[in-house]
C-alpha cells in the first residue's frame, strides 16, 4: 500500500511563501511514475477541494483556477517526492492541505485512492 508523507506547512504572513513536500513509498509492482498526485486542502467549514495535481508520466499539471499563476506542483522522481511551492499566499489559503495519489498516472479524472495525514497552513493577514 502507498504511503503518503506531508511536510512543510506552517504560519506565513500574506504575500510569503511555502513549500509543501509529498514523500511517496510503498510501492510494489508499479512504481511513482504509474500514479497522479496531488494536493487538496479543506479550510474549517469547508468541503476538501482539489488544489493540483501532477501525472508521474509526463509531468503534466492542472491547478484550481484560484491557485493558478501563485502556486506550482513538481515531483523529483529519483526522490518519489511532490512537492507544492505556493507564493503570494493570501489569507483564503488557510486549510490543512492533504497529499493523495490515484493509481492511474493521469491527472484527468482524478480520483484518489491514498491520503496523507495532512499538513497546516495558515496565512495571517
Known amino acids: 500500500e502507498v504511503q503518503l508523507v506531508e511536510s512543510g506547512g506552517g504560519l506565513v504572513q500574506a504575500g510569503g511563501s511555502l513549500r509543501l513536500s509529498c514523500a511517496a513509498s510503498g510501492f510494489t509492482y508499479d512504481t511513482f511514475d504509474d500514479y497522479a498526485i496531488g494536493w487538496f486542502r479543506q479550510a474549517p467549514g469547508k468541503e476538501r477541494e482539489a488544489v493540483a495535481c501532477?501525472?508521474?508520466?509526463?509531468?503534466?499539471?492542472d491547478y484550481v483556477p484560484s491557485v493558478k499563476g501563485r502556486f506550482t506542483i513538481t515531483n523529483d522522481h529519483a526522490k518519489n517526492t511532490v512537492y507544492l511551492e505556493m507564493n503570494r499566499l493570501k489569507p483564503g489559503d488557510t486549510a490543512v492541505y492533504y497529499c493523495?495519489?490515484?493509481?492511474?498516472?493521469?491527472?484527468?479524472?482524478?480520483?484518489?485512492?491514498?491520503w496523507g495525514q495532512g499538513t497546516q497552513v495558515t496565512v495571517s493577514s
Open positions: 493523495s495519489a490515484d493509481r492511474y498516472y493521469s491527472c484527468s479524472g482524478y480520483q484518489p485512492i491514498y
Open positions: 501532477i501525472s508521474g508520466r509526463d509531468g503534466s499539471t
